[in-house]
């Protein structure tokens, strides 16, 4: 009796482990430059609502990390690229911000800090080495730090890096090595990464391979390609994500470090800002890109897949537009967290959106049916409005990029007026515009109501999602023990 008791409650162990760890999770950027952002809680809500299991954060945001306490979501925060030289210069400068950004939410929030991501991309070209010689430093007192804030061993640390730290001269994987202007830099991080447990992380765009070049064979930046594939010795690739990761361990092979621990930390596709910025194209590369993680599929020199966070949870129309107006649109999800495209995300489940998002009155502001667009006050009046609001999805090629002249500048003087919380006064351009309650969205084109900052509903407490299944576990328990008692 007391064998099959124990063999009931093994495999109740199994079942509870199952009812609340689930499944493996999908990881993802969360970007904080919005005007108009959603409440932290929702955006945990939407994380854990959609199977997403690990966040990596670009700065370390208060309410961001408090939400994201004690709810099973791993967190990668991440350190601006200003501050890298006050934390270089300053071992006490690192041991405040460990304190301040990691111990505090760990302690006080029960976030589960993860790694820290010292710097963003510091040593692409466009920097013109502003941070070459303060990273590695930087990247020595964190760790430091850490050490001294007994989170070495639970807390690791990294840098992530734009694929263009490594290149090839042939064109081929193999071939691939560390750019030679920072060749010996690369190797010092790389090896305190690697004598410290730390990952080292890429960023992996094929948008901006396509973007860059318009040459580029564009089936080639896709999974389901037909692209011709290019053959590399006995290894024939025919797609660039496969093509840029193997490059990289190429170059860590050559340099001594063939088994380096790699996470992309960046990867994904926008959906307007450009031609090839579009929903098509952006469901075609993230549905391969979860079919390949879902499904554990690593490259041809790396079976194992490394860690992949997806590029980006929703849009931030805050962001800077270099290198184009694409960069605010590379969200899985639009501003308010409503979908923009289906995607399959593993058991037969498709995305769901943010819920409790509260919105501004339901009007738009318009050019007035009396104002002629040839007007030069109302062309004065659309510079002024793009220049406080996001008028990115204008441009050509983009989602609102063929709009005749009148509904052009009603797109302006409304994103103006959103973004300006609608407020009395924001939508007089001259006496050439007017409030209306008809939405003037048309086809792919939205003309946005903003979400109100101030009537946000709170959701649930993000372990409230584990209840149901803690319940059935008791049911089980109750059910095993009332069974072991009459044996």
Not at 362 to 382: K, L, T, Y
Request: aromatic share 10%; net charge positive.
């Amino acid at each position: 009796m007391g064998k099959h008791c124990f063999l009931y409650f093994f495999m109740l162990f199994l079942v509870s482990e199952g009812l609340t760890k689930g499944v493996a999770g999908l990881a993802c950027n969360w970007g904080l430059q919005s005007t108009h952002p959603l409440q932290a809680n929702i955006v945990v809500k939407l994380m854990k609502d959609n199977g997403f299991n690990k966040v990596k954060l670009f700065e370390a945001d208060p309410e961001a990390l408090k939400a994201l306490g004690k709810s099973g979501i791993q967190v990668m925060v991440g350190i601006p690229n200003d501050l890298l030289a006050p934390l270089a210069s300053n071992v006490q400068a690192a041991v405040d911000w460990v304190q301040q950004n990691v111990s505090k939410y760990i302690s006080q929030n029960g976030a589960d800090i993860r790694y820290v991501a010292v710097g963003n991309e510091p040593f692409l070209k466009t920097y013109k080495d502003m941070f070459l010689h303060t990273t590695l430093p930087a990247l020595q007192n964190i760790q430091a730090a850490l050490i001294k804030a007994g989170l070495g061993q639970k807390v690791k640390v990294t840098v992530p890096l734009n694929a263009d730290v490594y290149q090839s001269d042939s064109g081929l994987p193999s071939a691939g090595n560390f750019r030679a202007d920072i060749h010996d830099l690369m190797i010092s991080i790389i090896k305190f990464l690697r004598d410290n447990g730390g990952p080292l992380t890429i960023n992996i765009y094929p948008f901006l391979s396509l973007y860059a070049d318009p040459n580029f064979p564009i089936d080639f930046a896709f999974f389901n390609s037909t692209a011709a594939p290019v053959v590399d010795g006995s290894i024939t690739y025919t797609n660039v994500y496969d093509a840029n990761f193997d490059t990289l361990i190429s170059a860590l092979e050559k340099n001594g470090f063939g088994s380096m621990p790699v996470i992309i930390g960046e990867v994904g596709w926008p959906t307007d800002g450009n031609s090839n910025a579009n929903i098509e194209y952006a469901r075609r590369f993230n549905q391969g890109l979860l079919d390949r993680i879902l499904a554990g599929k690593g490259t041809p020199k790396r079976r194992t897949p490394p860690d992949v966070y997806l590029f980006s949870l929703i849009d931030e129309d805050n962001k800077s537009t270099l290198p184009g107006n694409f960069e605010r649109h590379w969200g899985v999800f639009n501003f308010d967290g409503s979908i923009k495209y289906q995607l399959k995300i593993g058991g037969g489940k498709g995305l769901v959106p943010a819920k409790g998002v509260k919105y501004l009155a339901r009007q738009w502001c318009v050019m007035s049916p009396q104002a002629s667009p040839s007007d030069p006050s109302v062309q004065e009046s659309m510079t002024y409005a793009c220049t406080y609001a996001d008028c990115t999805s204008l441009g050509f090629g983009s989602s609102c990029g063929n709009l005749d002249p009148k509904k052009n500048a009603s797109y302006t003087f409304n994103m103006y007026y959103q973004t300006m919380d609608q407020r009395k006064g924001t939508c007089s351009f001259n006496n050439r515009s007017v409030i209306t309650t008809i939405d003037p969205s048309q086809g792919s084109c939205r003309y946005e109501i903003m979400i109100d900052l101030g009537k946000h509903e709170r959701p649930r407490n993000s372990s409230a999602g584990r209840r149901p299944n803690s319940l059935i576990a008791a049911l089980i328990i109750a059910f095993m023990l009332i069974i072991c008692g009459g044996l």
